[in-house]
């Protein structure tokens, strides 16, 4: 019977998020350290989002046409916490997941271990990068306002 | 060494619906900073999703993420149900095709139907 491709590499090799051998999508389970985690984690975060992901694009394009989901829309929504919390979760559940995903194709991919730290890093980046320019809209949205931080870059009066 | 025939063809397209809904939410989470910018702003730039090209672009993304939810579920079977999951991962192949499908026809009816004048929901569509 022919081992799995994770079972013929050695520990050390196995544990290392950067340095993840190419598998094609004939991985076992994980032995341990983040690609371990990285496993639990795709599957605990994706059972969450299922029901975070169906009932967001119900209400966005099915009890509500996409038309409706206007500036005044989201101001009404946000005015009680609970969907601010609801899209806080949606969006760094979603984000990490996909990051990671991301994460795996890149390993399986990308020989060279220079290109491959680029990239890595990357994601890293774009993960904070994206995580907070959605966190700051969702925690700082006020309806009549326009967003205190944009001042910053004087693109507003 | 893949598990199937089936398991070939699912994995690939668990990648790609998976790399696709990424791509939406990266563009997503950009659109939505637009509130920052204010009401005009933000609903002439949501009024883009109403068009029917993007209309129609929007089915794609429902489909993609149906097929991924489905597809997760049947790896997720197939990881912790040691006797049957491996048995029936082609069965369950079969049933996540069936149940993609069948769910996203609610979903495009709803999405399609002001493209033609037509409008589903009680609010109003436009």
């Known amino acids: 019977m022919a081992k799995s491709v994770t079972q013929d590499t050695p520990a050390k090799e196995r544990t290392s998020p950067i340095s993840r051998p190419a598998t094609y999508g004939a991985a076992s389970k994980p032995r341990g350290g983040f690609e371990l985690f990285s496993w639990y984690f795709f599957r605990i975060s994706g059972v ?6 169906i009932i967001h694009l119900l209400l966005m394009h099915v009890t509500n046409d996409v038309s409706k989901t206007v500036y005044d829309f989201v101001a009404a929504r946000y005015q ?10 949606l969006e760094t559940l979603a ?12 390993d399986d991919n990308i020989r060279s271990h220079g290109w491959r730290l680029l990239a890595q890093s990357t994601i ?3 993960a904070l990068t994206f995580w907070l320019m959605g966190m700051m809209t969702i925690i700082t949205f006020h309806p009549g306002e326009t967003g205190g931080i944009m001042n910053l870059f004087g693109l507003l009066k | 060494m893949y598990r199937g025939q089936s398991g070939m063809f699912s994995w690939w397209f668990h990648r790609i619906s998976g790399l696709g809904i990424l791509l939406f939410l990266l ?9 920052g910018f204010g009401p005009t702003v933000y609903n002439d730039v949501i009024s883009i999703f109403s068009t029917w090209y993007i209309r129609i672009a929007t089915l794609f993304l429902v489909a993609a993420v149906l097929y991924h939810a489905y597809n997760g579920v049947r790896i997720i ?5 040691p006797k049957g999951g491996v048995k029936y991962q082609r069965a369950m192949f079969y049933s996540v095709l069936v149940a993609t499908v069948a769910s996203w026809v609610p979903f495009a009816v709803y999405i399609v139907a002001p ?4 409008c589903l929901q009680s609010g109003g569509c436009q």
């Open chain 1, 48 to 53: 969450i989002l299922i029901f975070l992901v």
């Open chain 1, 80 to 89: 009680n916490p609970f969907w601010r919390v609801y899209d806080l979760v």
């Open chain 1, 95 to 106: 984000l990490l997941h996909g990051l990671n995903g991301l994460r795996i194709v890149i």
């Open chain 1, 124 to 126: 890293w980046v774009m």
């Open chain 2, 27 to 35: 563009l997503h989470i950009v659109d939505i900073t637009l509130l």
């Open chain 2, 77 to 81: 079977l197939v990881d912790f149900w």
């Open chain 2, 115 to 118: 493209i033609f004048g037509g």
